[in-house]
């Protein structure tokens, strides 16, 4: 399998992850979004993603687009080490969480929308900033009440094994870091993002252990 990836890419970074977790070798095609007025707006890369999106994933089946949908992919197609639980009510309160981060907090903070914000409307780096961590904010309390209220929450988002839920978290509390945002009221999220930490799937998904890392 070949994935292109961006070694700061959220999404990218959470299917790292989950290909770690499965322990499926893959090769990592990297596709900067800054150089060259952005690789993945070329018209090769266009092929593989239309939108021109960070990540894909080319097996020998298909091209696969769409971080949630490539690790539900994985699961589904490597069924051992499971990213999502095995009964429905469970499943649903992962994806949640999952779709908490990637539907609510990263498409807005994404680099094509800050991208338009300062070029079309004319804020400043640091409104952009200002932008950037309140919805991170809003949304890791509320992922911290999902996890911190509910007692299926274990070592990890959901039990005592690593699935797409922290496939998720862990990058965002990467941003969270990058943009200086406050976590000392999010002592769940903290203790996840330690035991995340000390896995060797999550440490090689790391962006400065990818091959693209600046």
Sequence with gaps: MKLYTYFRSS????????LNLKGLAYQAIPVHLLRDGG?????????????????????????FTQSLSIMEWLDESYPDQPLLPADTDSRARVRAIAQTIACDIHPINNLRVLNYLTSNFGISEEQKSDWYRHWINEGLAAIEKLLADDPRTGVFCHGDIPGIADCCLIP????AHRFNCPMENLPTIRR?????GS?????????DRQPDFE
């Design 199 to 207: 896995l060797e799937a999550f440490q090689h998904a790391a962006p």
């Design 172 to 175: 965002q509390v990467f941003n």
């Design 192 to 196: 996840i993002v330690a035991a995340c």
């Design 39 to 63: 690789q993945q707006k070329q018209a090769g890369y266009r092929q593989l993603s239309p939108l021109g999106l960070i990540p894909a994933l080319q097996t020998e089946t298909g091209v």
């Design 11 to 18: 999404a990218a970074y959470r299917v790292r992850i989950a």
